[in-house]
């Protein structure tokens, strides 16, 4: 079963939350390659093999995703869908002179920014703050944009509020327009992250899809967990997640692989509502999926001051927890539906597989090699993971790349990053208001005033200000408007910055799939045809397990990865047992066997204080779980027991 194009197309509008991009011909198309490219050239050359000041860097960068932006995304869904019209030719033009002038001006502009601006610096700073909300509405859609104008309103007239409603005590016109452009605002660590180096593993990315790789990783998952009970199911778990540890939005990664795992599921006989709620849960997971993290790991690496390699390790286990739960709830609906696997004539031979496609794993070896082994930095991984991407090709015929298709690589790269730099570019416009006003540090004095100094409250309230401030916004956005935000309210309570900032991360993540504005869930509701609210609150109970952990690693490091071998080791398999322990008490299914509301309410106790490290804890939920185990056979009726997988 195969979705039509038009139902994709608008299933990538929802996912993008802005209007879907033009189908470019002709001239544009050639243009859209020329800029594509020259923009990756730009990149790799300056970061890989030179050097350049930063306020460069960061200006051609933005203006290369503002050109981008105008040439491929319509004013609206009504505009022409092929071609570029007059007005976008201008905001194009408009762009580049901005951009340019930031960059000839440095200099001297660098002095005046945020003290005294001349009259040009002001027309050019408004001009290209305008442009990047345009941009970020075009590409992300109205929430982030609206954020950043309600914030710049807040700088503006903030001063008639009272101080402890967050008052202060006011900031001219000028002074707030010219310094919103500089290097503690747009300029700062959001857009430098996404110019340094994310970039160009969106280039990696690309170049990889391009060569077949996505759909490589389907058919590992379908060979590999194909047959087995509701295996379609398992495999969109598995497709999804090696797909979104590179793509970067889940969005996205539930329009990719969604088209073709949901059909799928539904074909099987799982229901539409729990086929998109599986794909949603599988390609929100994909963001937490170490070692990439969908770009979000350098990020954070930057943010906190933290190594790559360490982030990459302390996601090990919550992705592993993540992961466990949802193909063990899958396996139990299945087990609940009498759903059968694929029959191995029909399924893909691994063997096989990996023979003829096996080499496309090698540019994520060979960038893991660059980091762990080499030390180098990330972006030299990343370019020698695209190097890698275009040799390996080269080892089969029918995988080779051509140069069409890799300078289309190229350009899809580039396509692909707009949506990150408008978001980063208007993150920054938000950040820059904080440090501007204060703000930040008085929502963190508030959240620890409002605990009473309780780190339990204080990561409840941390929650839901990162479900709430994440709505509706692509993953990197999410994350670093709430670091900004929310962060420094858990660290003045002595949570560890590394720790405070995956929290947030996990939850600016999880609100892609928490009602009400649910981006993943909506999006694989529109490919399955369900409602999407009813999507939204099945992939949270798939998902519940994610809800848990962030708020277990903040009181035992170990499920990051940190203390001795033994207690890490004791922490994975008690965390696993809790695992299943919470799946089959939503499910209500154990061994084959229904559950009864005791044992369901004793397995749900269970899992919580086995995920909770710690020999007290774990001996407390071995010993629930026994005792719910016990109820539920002395309650069940006489008959054969169906044996789980």
């Known amino acids: 079963m195969n979705m039509s194009d038009d139902v994709v197309r608008e299933a990538e509008k ?45 200006y051609t960068h933005l203006g290369f995703g503002l050109a981008l932006a105008y040439l491929l995304y319509p004013f609206s869904a009504k505009s022409n869908a092929s071609r570029p019209g007059a007005a976008d030719i201008g905001l194009i033009v408009l762009s580049v002179a901005a951009c340019a002038y930031f960059i000839i001006s440095m200099n001297e502009i660098v002095f005046r920014i945020g003290v005294s601006p001349t009259p040009l610096d002001l027309v050019f700073s408004s001009l290209v703050i305008l442009l990047v909300l345009e941009m970020t509405r075009r590409t992300n859609g109205f929430v982030l944009p609206l954020i950043a104008v309600l914030f710049i309103l807040y700088g503006l007239y903030g001063n008639i509020l009272p101080y402890s409603f967050g008052g202060h005590r006011g900031y001219s016109f000028s002074r707030l327009i010219s310094y919103l452009v500089g290097m503690d605002a747009m300029l700062s660590t959001p857009l430098a992250t996404a110019a340094s180096f994310v970039f160009l593993f969106f280039l990696f990315s690309s170049f990889l899809a391009s060569t077949g ?21 398992k495999v969109a778990v598995i497709g999804s997640a090696l797909f979104g540890m590179i793509s970067g939005s889940s969005s996205a990664n539930v ?7 949901i059909p799928m599921m539904i074909k099987t006989g799982y229901s539409p509502r729990f086929s998109a709620a599986v794909e949603s849960v599988a390609s929100t997971g994909g963001q ?6 969908g770009a979000a790991a350098f990020i954070i690496a930057e943010l906190t001051g933290t190594p790559y390699l360490d982030i990459a390790l302390a996601t090990v286990i919550p992705a592993l927890l993540y992961f466990t739960s949802i193909y063990y709830m899958i396996d139990l609906e299945a087990l609940k539906l009498s759903l059968m696997g694929h029959k191995a004539e029909d399924l893909p031979n691994v063997r096989s597989l990996i023979v003829r496609r096996g080499h ?119 994350y670093l408007i709430c670091a900004a935000v929310v962060a420094p309210a858990l660290t003045g309570l002595g949570v560890p910055v590394l720790t405070a900032n995956l ?29 999407p609210m009813s999507v939204a609150f099945t992939a949270v109970r ?37 695992v299943v322990f919470i799946g089959s008490a939503l499910q209500g299914y154990f061994l084959g066997a229904r559950l009864p509301a005791a044992s ?22 071995a010993g629930l779980g026994l005792f719910g185990y016990a109820v539920q056979r002395c309650m069940a009726k006489r008959g054969p027991q169906t044996q789980t997988c």
Request: positive net charge; proline residues 5%.
């Open 14 to 58: 929802i996912g993008e939350e802005g209007y879907s991009a033009r189908t470019l011909t002709g001239f544009t198309y050639r243009l859209f390659l020329c800029i594509g490219l020259v923009m990756a050239l730009f990149h790799i050359y300056f970061l890989g093999y030179s050097s350049l000041e930063p306020w460069i860097l960061y």
């Open 360 to 478: 496309l794993l090698i540019p994520i070896l060979v960038l893991l090699y660059v980091m762990i082994v080499m030390k180098a930095s990330v972006v030299k991984a990343a370019i020698f993971g695209i190097y890698a991407t275009v040799l390996c090709t080269f080892l089969r015929r029918d995988t080779r790349i051509t140069v069409n298709k890799a300078v289309a690589g190229i350009a899809d790269g580039a396509k692909q990053a707009v949506g990150l730099i408008s978001a980063c570019a208007t993150a920054g416009l938000i950040i820059g208001v904080l440090n501007m006003t204060g703000t930040g540090l008085k929502f963190a004095g508030a959240v620890i005033a409002f605990s009473g100094g309780s780190i339990p409250v204080a990561l409840f309230l941390t929650m839901c200000a990162s479900l709430v401030l994440g709505m509706g916004l692509p993953t990197a956005a999410a």
């Open 542 to 578: 798939l998902g519940f397990v994610a809800f848990i952990v962030p708020y277990m690693f903040v009181y035992a490091p170990s499920l990051l990865f940190q203390g001795s071998p033994l207690t890490i080791a004791t922490t994975i398999v008690t965390a696993l047992a809790g």
């Open 600 to 621: 369901r309410v004793l397995f749900f106790a269970a899992a919580i204080t086995l995920i909770i490290p710690g020999y007290l804890t774990d001996g407390i939920g």
């Open 288 to 293: 937490m999926t170490p070692p990439i993290l």
């Open 503 to 531: 929290f947030i991360f996990y939850f600016a993540c999880l609100s892609a799939i928490t009602p009400p504005v649910a981006l993943a869930a909506f999006t694989a509701s529109f490919l399955a045809r369900s409602n």
């Open 213 to 233: 790789a996505g759909q490589f990783f389907i058919d590992l998952a379908l060979g590999l967990a194909g047959g087995t009970r509701g295996g379609p199911a």
């Open 255 to 261: 329009v990719a692989s969604g088209t073709f795992t």
